[in-house]
């Protein structure tokens, strides 16, 4: 039934109808919302069996997430940014022990300096960890990911982080198609772990493993992401059968049948592009749009047929290593091989991403005047005052600070 929900909620809601019998939490903007509604859901009743447990902390949340999964209950617990570091060890533990929790990261900037926005710095973080990752670019596509990512979750022993941009889509209003109870029970079995722990039958889990298998041990872990790649777009495929509408999959192309230029992006920021694409496109120009629903696993075979013969490729993206460059950039590079590429770093920190930015990009592109690696709406007047204050002063302070400051001040061109 299409409603009027805030994305949050329908997340909630999702999640609540794939029946997870444990739900831990510890509250982090901007997922706290997600997590307040299924708590409210148990306590009234309506989501049960099911328990809900108050946690001390994100890795005590990630922690019991463990324990739960490993006795063989569904489990589900969510996070963002800082969070998700705090919690970072047992990410990859639960990885490692193959154990099929879902989480939803709220994308959200990791500090210093502290910021509370959207970018894609939390999920790179832990984009080795072992975890499948997924991007969702609307709330609907969002809703419909989480059943899904149980689905893929259960069928491969493997984690699942379904993420979406923190407050760009968890607090966003709007018509979700939320699935009924009866539409999630007929996708989405019962859970039936393949690992259970039995007082009566008493194992060991998580145990040290030393050189002569720990390689063999990642080695297996690397298959299970690779099994994904098959089963990730056969089960979006199901989920459109089933209920009419493309959700997930593993790339998402627009408009590339004849394209020169294809940009290519993850999360809600596509939205967006794909706007000023249909402009451009209005004006002659061959433009395309390549989203990346999986970018763990990644899909470098498709990327590979999606982007092969174009002119250029621009990847634009909300997360930046620092030394280096972009992050999905880099993937996107070894997929594609010889083709001109370039970085567009944008987003950061929540800054929004305009579609007047995006023209004077693209224009830019077109005329072969975008760098290798840029920054979409760089203040580089800030950059240049830092940069001064850097050669002449022996401690100038963090930059941060300095950078606010000069912000409050009027410009040297406008005083």
Known sequence: MLRQ??????????????????VCAYPISPQTHIIEAIGVMVKEGTLAPCEFINVESEFAAMSVSIGASAAGARAYTATASQGLLFMIEAVYNAAGLGLPIVMTLANRAIGAPINIW???SDAMAVRDSGWIQLFAETNQEAADLHVQAFRLAEELSVPVMVCMDG???????????LLDQEQVDRFLPPYEPRQVLDPEDPVSIGAMVGPEAFEEVRYLAHLRQLDALDRIPEIAAEFSEMFGRDSGGLVRPYRLEDAETVIVAMGSVLGTIKDAVDERRDAGERL????????????????????AGRERVVVVEKAFSLGMGGVLATDVAMAIGTTTLHTVVAGLGGRPIT??????????ARTGRLATLSFLDLDEGVIARERARMATVRRSGPFAENVLRDLGRPREDQA
């Open 118 to 120: 959207n970018d894609h």
């Open 288 to 307: 395309g749009v390549l989203g990346i629903t999986s970018f763990r696993p990644f899909p470098l075979e498709a990327v590979r047929q999606a982007l």
């Open 355 to 364: 579609r007047t930015a995006l023209l004077d990009m693209l224009e830019r």
């Open 5 to 22: 929900i805030e994305g949050s909620h329908a997340i909630a809601e999702s999640v609540a109808r794939c029946r997870p019998e444990v």
């Open 167 to 177: 407050f760009i889509l968890t607090h966003a209003v709007e018509g979700v198609d």
